[in-house]
């Protein structure tokens, strides 16, 4: 949930960037993917998270 | 398909390994010249030597540690000693903790908010011509891409735990 807010405020921080670049010709762009079952996620990340917070891997 | 991108430089951080890695081979295949970071040096090395090889790109590895302050300058002083500017930017180095805000310790809030956020702004500002003393040519097209992981705390995790059922 940490990541939302942070995600949040990375939005502001694209907006406020691409406001203040746009006159220089540069774009600043975001892009939220969201959770990627790439195979990172799946060898790594996830069983990482499942070990650290079982509490949630019941859910 | 011509990107437009041949011959540029870009700077990708989080680039060993998966979203980060696949936009680096992204880059190197359409004829970039990719400096590519993570913290791991071993395995960011690998990583290069075989983008390079794959793609016949140039691909300078740099390892560091996107959240600490000083990181970012120094990544860009060396693709610009190397490849003599920046023209793409993708912060694609990211953190997640599993649990709640409030469940969060101070240390994993510091250390995910230095990697998501700050580290951004501290290579934008590394790598942005600002002044006229830039490494950028003022003619030279930018392109800075965000790349941001949302969804990626519970609420990501028990979604994908359900499309694996």
């Known amino acids: 949930m940490v ?4 995600s949040a405020a990375i939005n502001n921080l694209t907006r ?16 939220g993917v969201g959770a990627i079952l790439t ?3 799946a060898h790594n990340m996830l069983p990482d998270v499942r070990k650290r917070r079982p509490e949630i891997a019941k859910q | 398909m011509d990107l437009g991108i041949s011959g540029k430089t870009a ?6 390994t998966g979203i980060g890695r696949a936009i680096a081979e992204e880059f190197a295949q359409n004829g970039m010249r990719v400096v590519i970071v993570a913290r791991n040096a071993e395995h960011l090395c690998a990583t290069a030597k075989q983008i390079a090889s794959q793609f016949k ?19 860009v002083a060396s693709a610009v000693e190397r490849f003599g500017g ?5 912060n694609s180095a990211g953190r997640a903790h599993a649990g709640g805000i409030l469940e969060a310790s101070d ?14 702004r501290r290579f934008c500002q590394a790598a942005i011509p600002h002044n006229a003393e830039t490494p950028l040519g003022p003619n030279r097209q930018h392109f800075f891409d965000w ?11 028990s979604r994908t735990q359900r499309s694996h059922q």
């Open chain 1, 3 to 6: 990541s939302h807010a942070l």
């Open chain 1, 16 to 31: 406020s960037m691409a406001l203040e670049l746009a006159h220089d010709g540069i774009l600043v762009n975001a892009i």
């Open chain 1, 39 to 41: 195979d990172n996620w």
């Open chain 2, 11 to 16: 700077i990708v951080t989080g680039a060993s």
């Open chain 2, 57 to 75: 790109a140039e691909v300078l590895p740099v390892a560091a540690n996107v959240a600490d302050p000083a990181e970012p300058a120094r990544v």
């Open chain 2, 86 to 90: 920046v023209d793409v930017l993708v």
């Open chain 2, 107 to 120: 240390a994993d809030w510091q250390d995910m908010t230095e990697t998501k956020l700050s580290a951004m």
């Open chain 2, 147 to 157: 790349r941001y992981l949302s969804e990626l705390q519970t609420h990501g995790f």
